[in-house]
């Protein structure tokens, strides 16, 4: 497997709509000249506001999309040229769209993509049950999808784009509508299968705790521009300045002092002696704060 | 033989679903034997009164029947997905999931929906042919070639239906009623067309390949007309797929929620 197994340069997508009958031609660009790279077994979180050309960038690095310029490579592979070479060794989540049918088990789904995979029965029966047992989700594996809850069918969505032990995963807004509980689980074992496997995971999601809990570096876009690409812990650091030192007046009015390396003990001094107060706490500025402000840079 | 397995396990699957509603499975297959032998009935009555219509007897018009709903049943039995689901698949930017797949697009979409209604055409089909005195052992090898042709054709239209939606958005209706138009006009005896009309349905629009030339060439062989006929259907299927392939690349994805139905 190569080092690095996604590159994106400058990657552009342009929607096109006609206004009207004989209207002119409406440009909306969707992806604007996205560069990144992406090394063997990182955990990417690639997040952005409603609009900002998340789901776009992910289509057209799995092949969905053809891109309107740019380049983009995946595996070694150029998505749009090698789809079916490409698609062989990835997996693909969305939380919007299910690859299981509807009114049969998730065995018979299963079954299917094994056949697609060139898996044999018994190795795809194997790993399904490898799977399951981890997930905890054998209970499930042959009720039909419709009976099954959201939470349920999401690891079993899962389970379908890991059969074929892809080396790349691509998970799109994975944790839409599950509750906390589901999101956890779905989360825990992502993790562990990630780490057990060496996916590579290259998640969109709004949901931070998704974020906190999965990955290593953020990819910030909006209005398909790249904002910001960081180590998580470094993003905190550098926005978030770590630990905020709250202290409650006796009017109830709360006062913020920002802790850092830098901050002296005469600055933590002058703060609580200003005034009285009634309460002290501690406070880390949480990610979506920070991801929220620079949003709105 | 991998991508036999996989359509083979994929119409499997499809039938599997549609099995899951026993008896509305049951029922479609029964119904559409019935219309389909309600519709011959009517014909009879008119064959009754004038007993050729343009040279063509009862029972050639029951061969060219049971060639229609035969080769036609192909496309409910084992491609149903392609033509109408397809074209709204593709409106509705929700073909994503066969795409991430690693077969071909278009078949895969094809084969992962079935209509059992399909089979009562195909049982029709079998027995209008048989039943048409036209079909013996010696010519038993170019009805089979005219079954193919005729799927051939009927593959094509609904391809190339199906591919509307990548160039003219929100022509799924069109798209339909194109499906319904060119349905209807190889349901009537070849006889009565003629002329430019004749020459159109015999190669640009060849609808004529199912109910015009299988018929003639029943009663006058031409070896030259047999093989224009699967050549062009061969072709015609071909450019059809090329031309599915090169609209891929302007679908536009959407982002409604959709599971397999």
Known sequence: ?297 | MDKLIYYQQLIKTGYKQAFALKKVFILRVLFMILNNLMLLYAWHLMFLNFSTIHSWTFNDFMFMTGLVVLTFSIWPIFFRGIGIHLMRLIENGELDSFLVIPRHVLFSVGCSVCDPSGIGDFITGILLIFFSGLVSLSNLPMVFCFIFSGICVFLTINILISTLPFFIKNSSDIGERLFYMFFNIAGYPGSIYSGYLKLIFCTLLPVGFISILPVELMHNFSGTVFMFLIVASICFLSLSIFIFSYGLKKYESGNRFNIHH
């Not at chain 1, 560069?35 to 998340?54: D, H, L, R, T, Y």
């Not at chain 1, 029966?125 to 490898?130: S, Y």
């Not at chain 1, 209005?223 to 006796?250: F, M, T, W």
Request: hydrophobic share 40%; aromatic share 8%.
């Open chain 1, 1 to 297: 497997m190569p080092e690095t197994v996604i590159i994106a340069d400058h990657l552009t997508k342009i929607f096109k709509y006609k206004k009207g009958v004989l209207g002119k031609i409406i440009e909306n660009t969707a992806v604007s000249a996205l560069s990144f790279e992406v090394k063997a077994g990182e955990i990417i979180a690639f997040i952005g506001p409603n609009g900002g050309g998340k789901s776009t960038t992910i289509k057209m690095l799995t092949s969905i999309l053809y891109p309107s310029s740019g380049h983009a490579s995946v595996l070694g592979l150029t998505p749009w040229k090698n789809r079916e070479k490409l698609v062989r060794q990835i997996g693909v989540v969305f939380g919007q769209k299910s690859q299981l049918y509807y009114h049969l088990s998730p065995t018979d789904s299963y079954t299917l993509s094994a056949a697609a995979y060139n898996l044999s029965s018994r190795e795809a029966k194997a790993r399904v049950h490898e799977l399951a047992k981890q997930f905890e989700i054998e209970d499930c594996l042959n009720l039909p999808v419709k009976n099954l809850s959201l939470g349920q069918r999401m690891r079993c969505e899962l389970i379908a784009s890991l059969l074929h032990r892809p080396s790349v995963l691509f998970l799109d807004e994975p944790t839409l509508g599950l509750d906390i509980e589901a999101k956890y689980l779905f989360r825990s074992f992502l993790l562990k299968q990630a780490q057990k496997e060496g996916t590579t995971v290259f998640l969109t999601s709004h949901d931070v705790g998704d974020i906190e809990s999965l990955c290593h570096r953020i990819l910030l876009i909006n209005h398909g521009k790249l904002l910001l690409d960081s180590d998580i812990q470094n993003l905190k650091e550098k926005y978030g300045a770590g630990q905020v030192l709250c202290v409650e007046r006796p009017s109830g009015k709360i006062e913020e002092i920002s802790l850092q390396t830098t901050t002296k003990l005469s600055q933590l001094k002058k703060f609580f002696s200003s005034q009285p107060f009634s309460n002290v706490f501690v406070r880390s500025t949480d990610l979506e704060t920070i991801i929220a402000s620079i949003y709105r840079k």
